[in-house]
């Protein structure tokens, strides 16, 4: 069975303290892992899509690393603006279903 | 360039009566996906459409619930009877239908209370 496991939990960065969150995850065959953020009372913003150990995003102080079993989703001088749930989910070659699996995410709180 | 659109965005009910909740896909999408989430759970996958077809409904409790996509219109995801714990967000999302560019891209949520 699928499974996607996010840690920490919960992260609190002083602003400019760079760290990492982490996305752990089984699938029987991968077909993309995505990134998300979400912020209290809104629906999931998507940040990145992954498809291959090896592969690398980036956008603004966010990059997304992927291997064959985890993906890292560094975080570069966060901002207070950076505080946010992240979301990791897969999807998997299990028929013709796109649904996605979720983690149960990262909540981020940077202080100033 | 209107993103994923849902209404009600807060939609109150009494343990019983029915619940509908709308969704309009991205301008170009042809495929919708309705996920819940439980409040300290993630999201939840419930129900995979096309127009006029339902390709996945794993998700979806048997009794209650179903999900529709007309060929004009929203997507409608239909709760009967509801008890307290339907209480949750529930997200539409929406994908062009390519295989290699499916991102799903979500709507703002519409969260159910049952009273």
């Known amino acids: 069975e699928d499974q996607v496991t996010q840690s920490p939990e919960a992260l609190r960065l002083q602003e400019g303290e760079s760290s990492s969150l982490n996305c752990s995850y089984t699938?029987?065959?991968?077909?993309?892992l995505f990134w998300y953020r979400q912020d209290p009372g809104k629906g999931p913003e998507f940040l990145f899509t992954l498809y291959s150990a090896g592969e690398e995003k980036e956008k603004e102080r966010l990059k997304a690393t992927l291997t064959k079993k985890e993906s890292f989703l560094h975080i570069t001088a966060p901002k207070p603006e950076d505080s946010a749930t992240y979301l990791c989910?897969?999807?998997?070659?299990?028929?013709?279903?796109?649904?996605?699996?979720f983690g149960t995410g990262t909540l981020l709180a940077v202080q100033p | 360039n209107a993103g994923v659109m849902q209404n009600p965005r807060h939609l109150v009910r009494r343990r019983g009566q029915e619940a509908r909740l709308r969704c309009s896909p991205m301008k170009g999408h042809s495929h919708v996906y309705w996920y819940r989430q439980l409040p300290e759970e993630g999201l939840k996958f419930m129900v995979y459409?096309?127009?006029?077809?339902?390709?996945?409904e794993s998700g979806m409790p048997k009794e209650r619930f179903s999900a529709e996509f007309p060929k004009e219109g929203p997507s409608i995801l239909r709760i009967q009877q509801v008890v307290r714990g339907d209480s949750a967000a529930y997200f539409c999302a929406s994908s062009p239908g390519t295989d290699r560019s499916n991102e799903q891209f979500f709507g703002p949520g519409t969260r159910l209370t049952v009273l």
């Open positions: 989910a897969v999807r998997d070659y299990g028929g013709a279903t796109n649904k996605l699996i």
């Open positions: 459409l096309q127009k006029e077809n339902i390709i996945d």
């Open positions: 699938v029987s065959g991968l077909r993309g």
